[in-house]
Every structure is written in C-alpha cells, then in structure tokens.
C-alpha cells in the first residue's frame, strides 16, 4: 500500500513538473507595430508594451486582466504591482498583460489613456489566439494606476468601424474592473497632487481636473467593479475609493468595497502581512462569484 501511495505521489509531481515546465515564459509585444501616436521620439520610453503572463493550459479560464501599475504617473511599480499581480492571476487560470504606459515628464495626458485604451483593444483582438474570451477582459489598477484604469473603464468606445487597423475596431471598454488604492478625484480635498500634476502640468485647466475626476464620469454602462483601500493610506486618501463607489451605487452599477483598517500605500497584494493578504483572497471571491474563475 505504501508503494502505491509513494508511486501515485510520484505521478502527482511528475505531472504538475511537466505542467511547469510547459508554462510559457512572459513575453513582450508592443500597442503599435508602426508609428506611436504622440510618441515624440523613438527611445525605450515612447514605445508602450504589454508584457503577456499566460496561465497553465490547464488550469486556463477563459478571462484575462490587463495590468496598470502605480508611481504617480512618473515611474512604474512593475514589481510588487506588476510581474507578482500576473503570476497571482495566473495562479487562478487568469490572463495578464502587464501594461507599460507612457510617463510623465515626457508624457502627459492623454497618451497614458491612448495606451491604456490599445491595451483592452489589443488584447480584445487577439482574445483567439491567446485563449481568451474577448467578453472577460478586465483591467486593474494600482494607485495613480487605479486612475488610468478608471478613466479607461469611464471612457470607451465600440470601436472603429472603419479604421484599417483591426486593432482599432476592436472595443476598449473592459468588461470589469478593479481598483487597489485609487488615485480617483483630481479635485479638493480628497487629491493626490502629485499623480494631477504628473498628469496634468503644474498648471492645469480647471475643466481638465473635472473631465477627469473619475467618480464624476460614472455611469450605468460602467464596467462592475472591486475596490480596495486601507483607512491608514497617507498619500491617497481613502475618500477615493468611497467617492467611486458611492458613484458606481448611485448609476446601479454592481460594486465591492473593502476598506481595511491597517496597511500603508502601495501594499500591492498584501504579501507577507497576514491580514492585508486576505484582500486578495475577497478579490478572488468576488471574481468567482461573477463567473470570472470558471
């Protein structure tokens, strides 16, 4: 009997061996194959990437997240809010596609959105070819990310008909979204200045900071959404993520908030904190409870 058991054992992680060894090794594609629109030269900072995580044939769901991470619209937390958000996912049969988006100071607005926007496209238009259904698309942000994510999920379109690149006549709308610490307002007394004037220049148009004031460009055809935030943030305040959802409630869109009580800004997934690290496991919940995980 105890044979049987070492050699069923054996099998096990034989199989899961060869399984990881089959998983494919991230790669990088480019938004645009051709001319960049407002690239203003042709260095590594004007070409915008996707890098793609793949998750075990397998264990595949059919969904996929596109990844948006933080730094305040002047560098990219690619890390702890990138390369470690995509393996999560793939843990869980997720698609990720790890967005680099164009920065200030070189960049401002709207060429983090025009990235952001080819980004759902992209991936909406290549949904065969990386097995993915092209109606479980979603996109996740990280602090200033959150921003991106949300003005995306806030400004959409079906698509260009008539455009020669089938890229663009792909849809940019995500089907869900999720916001982990949100820049969100770019008005008093909740902002976060410093992703504004990134963003923005140090002297903004009054109209620009409404236009893009997230929670103020909610409506019925948002995509649902799953918010986290900590009450201890000190760099953006919580008031963010309850701004969004009061606004996501008000245009009946369905929505999740967890607020927890401890946990500074940029936790990412919470690893190695026993309680920030169970928001991860509510996101989870809340993604296999909307058919996202089957």
């Not at 923005?200 to 236009?211: A, F, H, M, N, S």
């Amino acid at each position: 009997m105890a044979v049987c058991r070492v050699f069923t054992l054996a099998i096990l992680i034989g199989g899961l061996a060869a399984q990881t060894l089959s998983r494919a090794e991230p790669t990088v594609v480019p938004l645009w194959t051709e001319a960049v629109p407002g690239a203003v030269g042709q260095e590594e900072a004007d070409r915008p990437t996707l890098t793609v995580y793949l998750p075990l044939p397998a264990l595949n769901t059919g969904t996929a997240v596109i990844v948006c991470p933080g730094g305040g619209y002047v560098f990219l937390a690619d890390n702890h809010e990138g390369k470690q958000v995509a393996e999560w996912l793939n843990s869980l049969g997720v698609a990720a596609f790890v967005l680099k988006y164009r920065l200030a100071p070189r960049y401002r607005h709207p060429a983090p959105l025009l990235d952001a926007q080819r980004a759902v496209r992209l991936v909406r238009s290549r949904a065969a070819e990386w097995k993915i259904q092209p109606d479980r698309i979603g996109i996740w942000g990280f602090s200033a990310g959150g921003h991106l994510a949300s003005t995306v999920a806030t400004r959409f379109d079906d698509g260009k008909p008539d455009s020669s690149d089938p890229v663009e006549r792909a849809s940019c709308r995500p089907d869900f979204l999720i916001l982990a610490y949100p820049v969100i307002t770019f008005t008093e007394p909740s902002l976060h200045a410093g992703s504004r004037n990134s963003l923005l220049g140090p002297d903004p148009d009054p109209k620009l900071l409404e236009e893009l004031s997230n929670e103020k460009r909610v409506t019925a055809q948002t995509p649902p959404t799953f918010l986290f935030h900590t009450t201890e943030d000190k760099a953006v305040p919580p008031e963010n993520s309850i701004l969004f959802y009061l606004a996501l409630r008000k245009a009946g869109v369905p929505a999740e908030l967890h607020i927890y009580e401890r946990g500074r800004h940029g936790v990412g997934l919470g690893l190695g904190d026993p309680v920030l690290s169970t928001w991860k496991d509510r996101l989870a919940a809340w993604m296999s409870q909307r058919g996202l995980l089957r």
